[in-house]
């Protein structure tokens, strides 16, 4: 991974825990707590791709497994992030740019349900049946609606700040469109004004032929 991608991915991942274990975990809401940490992953792995996505999510996942009050065994949501970025990042569009909001949206919910289904999979391997008290069907329903109301307002800009860490073309837009559709249009316009050059050039040495024909006439 470059550097730059560390230095965020690590910043955005500290950020998202930060929050979620000192606000979000304090909600006391019913059912799961919203997995931002799961949403920053997400985002990055839209961005970077699979490869990418499964180490950072790897990472934010140890750091999750580390953080207080984790009363898990370590590695357990390190595995889970890992599956779910690298799952994200297959997700990824070939051009980099997402067309709709409707395949992150699905890409969220597929998260956050597949997130909770391998989390307590695992936890039952290792004997940690918790789930069961809860109710997995309860967790699962209230993991995917936390998780989607919170994706709006996290992972566009994550994904944004992705590419201007990259430099990505696609991170600058102007109306909408992409930078590239403005190379595009801008090259075709140099395009168009060569050529509208090129005829000018050529009409004006059409009339001075012309003209020189003319006064060959007259002095004759």
Known sequence: ????????????????????????????LPGAVPDLVLLTVLGLALVYGPV????????????????????????????VLCVIGYL???????????????????????????????????????????ARHVGLGYLLLTAAIYDLLLAPFTVPLIMALARRAENDPLADTSGGTDVASG??????GLQIGNQRGGLRVKAARTRAARAGRIKGVKRL
């Open 183 to 188: 190379w595009l249009s801008s090259g075709t």
């Open 52 to 79: 990418s996505g499964s180490l950072i999510g790897f990472g934010a996942g140890l750091l999750s497994d580390l953080a207080p009050p984790a009363d898990h065994a370590a590695g357990r949501y390190a595995l």
């Open 1 to 28: 991974m470059k550097f730059n991608r560390i230095l965020l991915s690590s910043t955005l991942v500290v950020v998202a825990l930060v929050v979620q274990v000192s606000v979000l975990a304090r909600l006391q």
């Open 88 to 130: 994200a990042g297959l997700a990824r569009p070939d051009n980099g740019r997402l067309k709709s909001a409707t395949g992150p949206m699905a890409v969220v919910v597929a998260a956050a349900v597949g997130s909770t289904l391998l989390y307590a999979g695992v936890g039952a391997l290792v004997g940690d049946t918790a």
